[in-house]
């Protein structure tokens, strides 16, 4: 997934690809309205070593389909 909104706690996100873990509905009484969040996988841009990954929880209204997606071992190409 593209990450193409903003996300203000985390704006090194925007831009980036990656790949989504996890899809939840957020309870969290510190937020507006309980969003649906995901948790959203990227290769490690800094201090990298084979495979290194870091994970961020970003709004799903934030992720747009990346222009290749991987869905198991078949790359599928995304449709506009």
Do not use: N
């Not at 309980?34 to 495979?51: A, E, H, I």
């Amino acid at each position: 997934m593209h990450v193409s909104g903003s996300v203000p706690a985390a704006p090194w996100c925007q831009g980036r690809d990656g790949q989504v873990v996890r899809v939840f509905w957020s309870t969290d009484p510190r937020l507006a309205a309980p969003p649906w969040r995901t948790v959203v996988r990227f290769p490690k841009q800094r201090r990298r070593r084979l495979g290194g990954t870091i994970s961020y929880g970003l709004p799903l209204a934030t992720l747009e389909p990346a222009a290749s997606a991987v869905l198991g071992d078949i790359l599928v190409a995304a449709t506009a």
